[in-house]
């Protein structure tokens, strides 16, 4: 105890005469507001509200350092940038993974035994599609279980260029059909629109179509700019 007493009034002394001193007599601070001096024992302190203060300073200067801006070689800002692009690619997969459990889920507790057996066929003869080799499914076989599902599920969702390939070419098979950004679409949409007995067309007319450059409000204000000539 005693040799701590004694180092604690030499650290108390080199503080005092190497730094506090400097600024009392320097900078003016006032020095009962600084030190202060045990009656009792005659060992001196740094006044606790001095103390609190500079703590606060402190705290002040490692916040101000986190927000700097702050120069990263470019080696760094690579690395930063993989790493980001990593945890997106991450996040994207565990979306897609929740919401795929999701639908399974759903799937299994609202639809009957012979839906799940004629989509879950579907799924499969898709997924034996090989894109490396050009290989595709059995579309017999997959028409066949296309029509157990139509049963089950009469709402099907797909671009205009998938139609031919996973529906069957049969005239008016749907109680409607639903066309959106049709003008995006051109007479290969023909095809799509007799699998339906109606028809909702959906689109913007002051869109360009897709195969238009940028068309000036006057062009498109004036329908015999569009016509052929006869």
């Not at 402190?58 to 927000?67: F, G, Q, S």
């Not at 035994?113 to 898709?126: D, I, V, Y």
């Not at 089950?152 to 529906?167: D, F, K, S």
Request: aromatic share 6%.
């Amino acid at each position: 105890e005693v040799l701590k007493a004694l180092e604690h009034d030499r650290q108390m002394a080199a503080l005092c005469e190497d730094t506090l001193h400097r600024y009392i007599a320097g900078e003016g601070w006032p020095k009962d507001r600084v030190l202060g001096e045990d009656e009792e024992t005659g060992r001196r302190f740094v006044v606790p509200s001095l103390v609190l203060a500079l703590r606060e300073v402190l705290v002040c200067k490692e916040n101000a350092d986190l927000l700097a801006p702050r120069r990263l070689e470019p080696a760094a800002m690579d690395a930063l940038d993989r790493g980001r692009r990593n945890v997106a690619g991450q996040l994207a997969q565990s979306t897609r993974d929740l919401v795929e459990a999701q639908v399974v889920c759903q799937f299994a507790q609202h639809t009957a035994p012979g839906a799940r057996g004629a989509l879950l066929r579907c799924a499969h003869l898709l997924e034996a599609t090989d894109t490396e080799t050009g290989l595709t499914f059995d579309r017999q076989e997959y028409l066949k279980a296309f029509e157990e599902c139509v049963g089950y599920l009469p709402c099907w969702v797909m671009t205009t260029a998938q139609v031919p390939e996973y529906l069957p070419s049969r005239l008016a098979q749907f109680d409607l059909v639903v066309i959106d950004e049709a003008s995006q679409c051109d007479i290969s949409v023909l095809p799509v629109l007799m699998r339906g007995t109606q028809w909702l067309i959906v689109g913007d007319g002051r869109q360009c179509g897709p195969r238009e450059s940028f068309v000036t409000d006057t062009r498109l204000d004036d329908p015999n700019e569009f016509l052929c000539n006869s």
